[in-house]
């Protein structure tokens, strides 16, 4: 008969997995009574024990979280999201006693699992948080079977519930973006995202779909415009290629009011850019609508109406999950749900009756 499993003997115990993996590494948390009972329960089942563990630090408790960033905007200096990102998973860190150790991805799949069998060789880390796009199959599969638990911040693969994640709904944020923009009476809609077969493009462009469906407006095929950059060149390159293809007004009538939703506020400010070179009106003949709430979004004139995106609490939440699972405190696959607000500023008509839109600062 194959032996119970650590976790099956915590719950036969009454006690939780962790106690039995602190007890295991002499963990100062756990009572030296308590550590005796784990033992004598192991030794019943034959586990061996290593004669030396009792004098031994818990080493594995203040071991560091490797944070893992596939192609950051620039550097991770100028990257405002994972920067918050960051700062997040290291409020959380300073309070657990363990350090962070920051690294980008290479590109290349055999680069990268030479960069991780690197510093699992060379570094004491108990756990991954791991974000950024694009990030391959392959790659995502190597880091979800590395030899410590990984924490993904967003959805990865075709079959992205399998693994550990912290996750905005980008579906969600997807479809207030749609109410609103309906709600402020614009009449022609478009879509600026990047590539569709990753996860944060296609959801967002989903869920904008949905608002979109559920107001009784519609966005035509021809109206989703994809590049594979996010940044504001891009942006800006698809508002020029869109107004150069709009037809004129005709005098004396109103044009239609056109909205987009860009989904980056990298893409959004582009956007801006163009529209006021221009000499586009917003938000009063174009909507224009971001996603993430960078600090730039409330600075750019005007203000950026944008889906606000909680990127401490995201880092915070990826930490804690990394090591929770790392300490069996956790059992995966586990997923997190971060929901979205909508936050209403300048770049977009005030509108009324949204649902559950939220006015930012």
Known sequence: MPKPSLRSIA????????????????????????????REMLAVYGYPLDPAAGERTDERERSAVAFLIANPQGNLNSDSFFTEVIRGAVRFLNEAGRSLLVDTLAEGEGDLTRQLESLLASQRVSALVVGGIPLPDRCVETLANASVPAVFIGKYTQNPFRFNAVLPDNVEGGRLVGLHLTACGYEEFYYFGGDLHIHTFSDRLNGYQQGLKESGARLPAENVLISPRIDQAAGYRLAKMLLSRLTPGVPGQNPARRAIFAA?????????????????????????????????????????????????????????????????TLAGPIQIVQQPVLAIRESSAQSQGTGNVQAGA
């Open 264 to 328: 980056t506020d990298w893409m959004a400010a582009g956007v801006l850019r163009a529209l006021a070179e221009e000499g586009r009106a917003v938000p009063e003949e174009f909507g224009v609508v971001g996603y993430s709430d960078l600090e730039l979004a409330s600075h750019i004139i005007p203000a950026l109406t944008t889906v606000r995106v909680n990127m401490d609490q995201l880092g915070y939440l990826a930490a804690r999950t990394a090591v929770d699972l790392a300490s069996l």
């Open 11 to 38: 719950h036969a115990m009454g006690v939780s997995p962790s106690t039995v993996s602190r007890a295991l590494r002499n963990s100062p948390r756990i009572s030296e009574s308590r550590k005796r009972q784990v």
